[in-house]
């Protein structure tokens, strides 16, 4: 059984820092990308960043780029999401995912190819 699990959301002023976990477990070999996603209200849901455990290949969303860092202990678990100079438009509740890969077209994570969602987290960033 496929299980994503992920912590570390809460309220956060403007400039500070976070750490987003995502446990996984259940899933096949054939699953190495882990990627996260966030959604604000009457928003779609958007691809924030993307890891591919086989390759170590990494890609950010232009929003985060250069605030937020993916990265991994081991081969499946847990993923982690550093998000530092946090913003008021990056409150949102936070999900990971899981894919065969980390498909980026014209700089945009397809969300379409990850098969199994967490439920998400809450970040809020807020004075």
């Known amino acids: 059984q496929v299980q994503l699990v992920e912590s570390g959301g809460g309220l956060v002023q403007p400039g500070g820092s976070l750490r987003l976990s995502c446990s996984a477990s259940?899933?096949?070999?054939?699953?190495?990308?882990i990627g996260w996603f966030r959604q604000a209200p009457g928003k779609e849901r958007e691809g924030v960043s993307c890891?591919?455990?086989?390759?170590?290949?990494?890609h950010y969303a232009d929003s985060v780029q250069g605030r937020f860092t993916i990265s991994k202990d081991t081969a499946k678990n847990p993923i982690y999401l550093q998000m530092n100079s946090l913003k008021p438009e990056d409150t949102a509740v936070y999900y990971c995912a899981v894919a065969r890969g980390c498909s980026v077209v014209a700089g945009t994570i397809r969300k379409d190819e990850f098969d199994y969602w967490g439920q998400g987290t809450q970040v809020t960033v807020s004075s």
């Open positions: 890891i591919s455990s086989g390759s170590g290949y990494t």
């Open positions: 259940g899933f096949s070999l054939g699953y190495l990308a």
